[in-house]
């Protein structure tokens, strides 16, 4: 095993935004099997109606679930990502979509009203975050934006099981994982459509299931259902030739949440 080197101190778009723009390319020749397999559906599940809707993708990397969202019949669809060079890729993906995709390097949604968004969904976006801080302000800012009684889902790497990888992905850290250990940096590395991985000094950040509840009870959203993700689909499983080893565990967790009304 190559010996795990940690991240650069770096903070803003020199942070994440940073190595997103760096890496869009080799980033998204992965198989993501994990990702449009079992996860995608889980925020649909989360969600639910969407047609007619307003919709936020928080964190939408190269567009391709807020297009899917487009798809489903919402009404406008909104995708904001830190790295301009994300956007740029979504743009150019599909130039017929009607998504509008915003970027936000400074990590708020300064340019969306209060109360305009009626549901909001961030897909594998606050293990990104290096700071506990920096997790609170978009939490914080997701709220602003909703409407009241909207809905934000989100979704997250079980952080239960990281260690455990998945069949698309493997996570490296820097000796023994300590669950307990937040904030700490573990390498992100992903695999292409052939199996072999694509290394890019790709880094998420360590954080427990209280810390991830926890900061949106605090951000004044109201937990409504939590889904463990996994492979427990048979289809799913034969379709994608899913080893047994990961099937035994969730690969991530889903958590949906509504903004209470503010009583009269």
Not at 24 to 53: C, H, K, L, Q
Not at 69 to 92: N, T, Y
Not at 248 to 260: T, W, Y
Request: net charge negative; hydrophobic share 35%; aromatic share 12%.
């Amino acid at each position: 095993m190559k010996k795990f080197e940690q991240p650069a101190e770096q903070s803003g778009d020199e942070g994440r935004g940073a190595k997103w723009n760096e890496t869009v390319e080799s980033y998204f020749e992965a198989a993501d099997i994990t990702n449009e397999a079992i996860n995608f559906p889980a925020i649909v599940r989360g969600m639910g109606e969407v047609e007619g809707r307003t919709i936020l993708d928080y964190g939408c990397g190269n567009g391709r679930f807020a297009r899917k969202i487009e798809q489903m019949g919402a009404a406008k669809v909104i995708g904001v990502d830190k790295a301009p060079s994300m956007i740029d890729l979504a743009r150019a993906a599909d130039p017929d979509s009607r998504v509008e995709y915003q970027a936000n390097p400074d990590n708020t949604l300064s340019f969306l009203p209060d109360g305009s968004i009626d549901k909001a969904m961030a897909n594998l976006v606050f293990m990104m975050s290096p700071t506990k801080g920096e997790m609170q302000q978009a939490f914080k800012e997701i709220h602003r934006v909703l409407k009241e009684d909207g809905t934000f889902v989100y979704l997250i790497t079980h952080p239960a099981f990281i260690e455990r990888g998945a069949p698309d992905y493997r996570n490296e850290f820097d000796g023994p994982f300590n669950y307990f250990a937040e904030e700490k940096p573990y390498k992100f590395i992903l695999k292409d459509s052939k199996g072999k991985e694509i290394d890019e000094d790709f880094y998420d950040y360590h954080y427990t299931l209280a810390t991830y509840l926890n900061t949106a009870i605090q951000s004044g959203f109201s937990i409504t259902g939590v889904e463990e993700v996994a492979y427990d689909d048979p289809a799913v499983v034969k379709k994608y030739k899913i080893p047994p080893e990961f099937q035994k565990f969730p690969q991530s967790f889903m958590v949906a949440l509504k903004k209470p009304k503010v009583e009269s």
